[in-house]
């Protein structure tokens, strides 16, 4: 008989939790408990337990230091929905504020909206996702489990269960989610949560329009909750029902709109590799001709190398006149711009930059995650740009003794202004330094029984560990000067 080896094991563990959508679906169940039994089968069989993956690794430490919790999880767990803890809801902000101060406070052509989540059918017949936004869906007549037919590698043979041809014949799903608004559940009262945030800045672009007297080039960028029912959502939170998105749609001339379309990819790929992002781990992939939505002259993916291979980060698309005509013709309302100088009126082409904020999330734990040995230790570590990072400072007391933690107090009051600060007095400083390493945060200030005397504490940097000892007067300063 053959030896079993650490793939088998890692197969028969990945084969057992797939019907419920892979370690990140079991996520509420504690990933600690699959790398147990992991460890069990190993030794079971005469070897070592398999290393974990950076899938994994990225799961168990979400959960460990309050990134992202299972949502519902005392009550068993709510498949592919996710509460953001301490850490998470930071980190998630961060991501947004970072996308926003590309987007739209350092640019003059661009304004913000926050549209309504609930729609009347009217805007989504006009969008075509009423009749359009489907997927193909098939059920397994062996094990039961539904997939989507286009995310099949071999769409004849079941990825649960491994056998071949009991698949049913495919039957489209509508992704939308239908509720009720009012008392009266009938057809006057249908509401849709929307499915992306565009469809809001399309409707609004006429109030937008006079309310902030812009003119073609310009721009309204969006930040907001999505909802799709998806068939297979998985992959932790890279595919959830709910989501949130990073959206703008710049109108531009007709003619001008290759000329945006070029730029606008340039920059949004520019975007994550300026924010921590190695340049070999993403790219810009054009769609091919048979990919092309019917309204786009042309659409490009910025790709980022997920464990499972190449995936969306996000799209960038030249939607021609589509949306405007389009609820023109539904609203009975003129969507279009007069250029007084050329005496013309025309629909403006839109490009589309839309990004997952989540999934845009993952990629950048992803990216940062890193190991390393110090002495006999393996040091975990986010190697986060700071803008990402959910902390930029911890202060950190040698002791909780009142004579230490008093006075460091003070000085984490005259940080909380400018930056988010943790402080934490609890276990021995190196304790403290690993997990403050592990949440990616770029600077740890120690105040030390020295300090009482020399009015000076220690700044140790994340990534090299190097530290430098600064007085208290100084400290802001010198901090604003590192995290711009």
């Known amino acids: ?133 489907t997927d193909p869906l098939v059920d397994c007549r062996n094990c039961g489990t539904r997939h989507r037919q286009d995310k099949l590698d071999d769409p004849e043979t079941c990825p649960s269960c491994g056998m071949s041809g009991q698949f049913t014949e495919p039957r489209q799903f509508n992704l939308m989610f239908k509720t009720q608004a009012g008392p009266v559940a009938d057809e006057g009262a249908v509401a849709y949560l929307r499915p992306e945030t565009a469809q809001g800045m399309f409707i609004n672009f006429a109030n937008v329009l006079n309310t902030s007297r812009k003119r073609p080039p310009f721009g309204i960028a969006q930040i907001g909750k999505s909802f799709r029912n998806e068939i297979t959502p998985g992959n932790f939170v890279f595919r959830t029902r709910e989501f949130e998105q990073m959206e703008m749609e710049f109108f531009v001339p007709p003619a001008e709109s290759e000329q945006w379309y070029e730029y606008w990819c340039r920059e949004r790929f520019q975007w994550y590799i300026d924010h921590g992002i190695a340049e070999d ?73 839309a990004a997952g904020a989540t999934r845009t999330m993952m990629a950048f734990l992803m990216a940062a995650y890193d190991e390393e040995q110090v002495n006999d230790d393996t040091r975990t570590v986010l190697r986060l740009h700071h803008r990402i990072a959910p902390y930029k400072v911890a202060v950190l007391p040698l002791s909780k003794k009142p004579e230490l933690a008093e006075p ?24 403290r330094y690993r997990r403050q390493d592990e949440i990616g945060t770029p600077y740890c200030i120690t105040f030390d029984f020295d300090s009482l005397e020399d009015k000076a504490v220690t700044v140790r940097e994340r990534d090299s560990m190097e530290q430098v000892r600064l007085p208290i007067a100084e400290v802001v300063d010198w901090l604003a000067e590192r995290l711009v």
């Open 1 to 133: 008989m053959r030896t079993p080896t650490g793939d088998d094991v890692d197969g028969v563990l990945r084969g057992a939790i797939e019907p419920f959508g892979g370690i990140g679906q079991l996520f509420e169940f504690d990933v600690r408990i699959i790398e147990s039994v992991a460890c069990l089968l190993g030794y079971a069989a005469g070897m070592s337990a398999a290393e974990p993956s950076l899938f994994d690794k990225i799961v168990n430490l979400s959960k460990r230091r309050g990134i992202v919790f299972p949502s519902a999880e005392i009550y068993g767990g709510f498949r592919s929905t996710y509460d953001y803890g301490p850490v998470g809801v930071l980190m998630l902000r961060n991501v947004k504020d970072a996308w926003w101060r590309s987007m739209v406070q350092l640019r003059s052509d661009v304004v913000g909206l926050d549209a309504s989540i609930l729609s009347p059918p009217a805007v989504w017949t006009a969008s075509g996702h009423l009749a359009n936004f």
């Open 281 to 353: 781990q993403l790219r810009l992939r054009p769609h091919d001709s048979d990919e092309l939505s019917h309204y786009s002259s042309g659409t490009s993916d910025v790709e980022f190398m997920f464990p499972w291979g190449w995936d969306e980060l996000e799209g960038i698309a030249n939607r021609g006149s589509y949306d405007l005509d389009q609820h023109a013709e539904h609203s009975g309302q003129r969507l279009e711009y007069f250029d007084q100088a050329n005496n013309e009126r025309y629909v403006p082409h839109v490009i589309e930059p």
């Open 408 to 431: 460091a107090k003070e000085l984490l009051a005259t940080i909380q202004p400018h930056w988010m600060t943790d402080y934490d007095e609890t276990q021995a400083i190196g304790r």
